[in-house]
């Protein structure tokens, strides 16, 4: 369970009217993280452990942020985030993640994100990480998503990526750069509800519904 805490440094003139929704399918780090955030004078509009339950209820709730944990019983954090980005084009999102390495910084890249924190950072590094995303920063540095990008293209002679047809590459590059579900519609003419196969299909290949 998350450790509450504080810190002085963060500027809660800031955070307090920042509107949180949690997603993460463990009961024990929902409270943990709802207390940690209280605490630090965020506002949580509410929590939930499947993406379902989420997609209701995020539109009725308008939080601003939305901290989601990388895997829930019906869907991997990666397309949960892209469905919400896409229906909330104002909401920002932030991964948990229980690894800090390639495929999580990946993970963050290919769900739009603003990038990841990790479970097990002590209470005042993961408010901290979670108030520079609130206040429009991004985790990820300049550069990142090329760097993604090539990681994964190297990554083909050992799993998946060779077996991706022209179609899903195309898919996976646009992923990268940070388009929506709806946003690749728009740029490929294929329907959403087509992408968002595409995209389970993509991820799947990858490898990104094995970890979370």
């Known amino acids: 369970m998350l450790t509450v805490a504080t810190d002085p440094a963060i500027d809660n003139t800031v955070v307090g009217g920042t509107r949180v929704y949690i997603l993460d399918s463990h009961a024990l780090v929902r409270t943990g ?3 940690l955030l209280e605490e630090a004078h965020f506002t949580v509009v509410g929590e939930s452990g499947s993406a379902s339950e989420a997609s ?3 539109p009725e709730l308008c939080p601003d942020l939305v901290v989601i944990g990388a ?15 896409a229906d909330n084009p104002g909401v920002r999102c ?4 229980s690894y800090d390495d390639d495929h999580a910084l990946s993970s963050a890249v290919l769900a739009g994100a603003a990038g990841y924190v990790l479970r097990q950072l002590p209470g005042t590094a993961l408010v901290e990480g979670i108030r520079r995303v609130a206040t429009g920063e991004s985790l990820l540095e300049p550069g990142t998503e090329r760097k993604v990008m090539e990681s994964l293209y190297k990554a083909q002679a ?3 990526l060779s077996g991706l047809s ?8 646009l992923m990268a750069e940070g388009l929506t579900n709806s946003q690749i519609s728009e740029e490929t003419r294929f329907a959403r509800t087509a992408v968002t196969i595409q995209v389970a299909g993509i991820l799947a290949k990858l490898g990104f519904e ?3």
């Open 166 to 173: 022209s179609q899903e590459l195309r898919v996976l590059a």
């Open 94 to 97: 932030l991964l948990l993640s």
């Open 71 to 85: 895997h829930l019983p019906d869907g991997t954090g990666i397309e949960v985030c892209r469905e919400i980005l």
């Open 158 to 160: 050992n799993r998946g």
């Open 56 to 58: 209701r209820r995020i």
């Open 210 to 212: 094995l970890r979370g």
């Open 33 to 35: 993280l709802r207390e």
